[in-house]
């Protein structure tokens, strides 16, 4: 089924652990993007990608970093986690320009 | 620098009635606009888009939405909605850089 995966689901985590968020999409898009949705803030873009080889820092980019190797993966890491990411992370992907397409989410809670 | 302004943190409708959940945008020129959806512990999903022609744009779900440059708005409308409604919809509205500027998001409540 054409769309984009995230994984996993649901994480506890504890404080100062290192975790990434798994994120690949089958639609061949070029963009990709990941989103921290919290409460009352909405959508806030952490990294982005116009195209494999390339990232840039969304607004809320400290703490997080991301690579992409290929068209596919997207993964977003988190070198120590702290509470204060506790949050759901969408990935998105999209035609340079088009709407964005998005994944299921991961809820992360670190403790 | 370009906002996305949606002024109802709340809406409640009763189920069969019509909705409008406001949005506006600043941008000087002609924006990409955008309304998305989601349903509780779901992702987004894309309503409707406009990037260009015609102002009223139909979407998915029978939902449309009227972009009007003098007010600078892309209000979403529904004539009747039903209780599968309920959700939280976001506007958004594409820079410069091609990225997405989202507004903070309505929720939308029906009552039977």
């Known amino acids: 089924i054409a769309g984009i995966t995230q994984a996993p689901t649901s994480q506890i985590l504890a404080a100062g652990r290192r975790m990434t968020l798994r994120c690949t999409q089958d639609?061949?898009?070029?963009?990709m993007y990941w989103y921290r949705q919290d409460l009352g803030l909405g959508l806030r873009l952490i990294h982005y990608s116009n195209t494999a080889g390339t990232t840039g820092k969304g607004e809320v980019p400290d703490g997080y970093s991301v690579s992409r190797a290929n068209t596919d993966d997207f993964p977003l890491t988190l070198a120590s986690a702290v509470p204060s990411q506790t949050s759901v992370y969408f990935c998105?992907?999209?035609?340079?320009?088009?709407?964005?397409?998005f994944g299921p989410g991961t809820r992360l809670t670190v403790l | 620098a370009q906002s996305v302004t949606q002024p109802d943190i709340h809406i409640t409708v009763s189920e069969g009635a019509s909705l409008e959940l406001r949005c506006n945008y600043s941008?000087?020129?002609?924006?990409?606009l955008f309304w998305y959806v989601q349903s509780p512990g779901q992702g987004l999903q894309l309503l409707l888009k406009?990037?260009?022609?015609d102002t009223l744009v139909q979407g998915i779900k029978g939902f449309e939405a009227e972009f009007k440059r003098s007010q600078s708005s892309f209000n979403l409308r529904k004539p009747s909605v039903h209780w599968s409604d309920a959700a939280e919809y976001f506007c958004?509205?594409?820079?410069?850089?091609?990225?997405?500027?989202w507004g903070a998001g309505t929720k939308l409540i029906i009552k039977p």
């Open positions: 998105a992907s999209s035609d340079f320009g088009n709407e964005q397409f």
């Open positions: 958004a509205s594409q820079d410069s850089n091609y990225q997405l500027i």
């Open positions: 639609m061949r898009h070029n963009a």
């Open positions: 406009y990037f260009s022609g």
């Open positions: 941008y000087g020129a002609t924006p990409y």
